[in-house]
């Protein structure tokens, strides 16, 4: 069983996503469940790009990835990153991000999934992405992390992107403990962010910041619950005294 998460840019202007978008998205949503995903939601809302994530099983994946891609051009207001999906590997282009990891089969099936937009950011967003991976590795109750960023450019199911020109990752990691999603999400977090120019965002937050500049959201799916990671974890840096 694994948990992918893809994301893309299909929003009409470069710094937001609009609400009619985001709503639209998550009333197709059900379609997935009905191709056969134990859970999706839109996890993810980042500048202006959204993810879709599901569990699914391991001999539905490609139906389930089709899906995901079918909702995103369904309901896209310009279709930006799915011009670049190619069948031919030599010929994707800036396309859409993917990831998945391993879900271990039991009661207890969370994951965290990072998304990352870029407003000048393109050169370095990978190095940010993959600090959050590296983070992750080998930590306890991680069960499956996604590839690096870079290494993959085949998406089942839907075709082929260029691993150089698409530049807003999506990271996503399996957690079987439910305690250490908070553990696991902040070190991930803490890493990103401790990249030049990159800055943590609540969940459907325009991209407001100086050219340059990478924003991540974070988000855990717990019990199929969603929970935007940003929130508590900016109350928990708080200084205190």
Avoid: W
Avoid at 37 to 44: E, F, G, P, Q, V
Avoid at 98 to 108: D, I, T
Avoid at 156 to 180: I, K, M, W
Avoid at 218 to 241: C, H, Q, W, Y
Wanted: aromatic share 4%; charged share 20%; glycine share 10%.
């Amino acid at each position: 069983m694994k948990v992918v998460a893809i994301g893309a840019d299909i929003s009409n202007n470069d710094v937001s996503v609009s609400d009619s978008l985001v709503k639209n998205i998550e009333e197709d949503i059900p379609k997935l469940l009905e191709l056969g995903a134990r859970k999706a939601a839109l996890t993810n809302i980042t500048g202006d790009d959204v993810v879709i994530t599901a569990f699914v099983e391991d001999e539905l994946l490609e139906t389930v990835n089709a899906g995901i891609v079918e909702i995103l051009r369904d309901n896209a207001e310009h279709t930006g990153d799915l011009d670049g999906i190619s069948q031919d590997p030599d010929e994707g282009g800036e396309g859409i991000s993917y990831a998945e990891a391993n879900l271990e089969e039991g009661f207890y099936q969370d994951a965290i999934v990072m998304a990352f937009d870029t407003y000048g950011g393109e050169g370095f967003v990978a190095e940010v992405a993959n600090s959050a991976i590296d983070a992750a590795t080998g930590m306890k109750a991680v069960t499956g992390i996604s590839d690096k960023i870079g290494t993959r450019k085949d998406i089942p199911g839907v075709g082929y992107v260029s691993t150089s020109a698409t530049d807003d990752p999506v990271v996503v990691v399996s957690v079987n403990e439910l305690e250490q999603i908070a553990v696991v999400a902040s070190a991930m977090i803490g890493a990103a962010l401790g990249n030049k120019n990159t800055y943590l965002v609540r969940k459907h937050t325009p991209c407001n910041v100086l050219p340059g500049s990478v924003l991540v959201s974070v988000t855990a799916i717990m019990n199929g619950n969603m929970i935007d990671l940003s929130i508590p974890f900016e109350n928990k840096t708080r200084i205190l005294g």
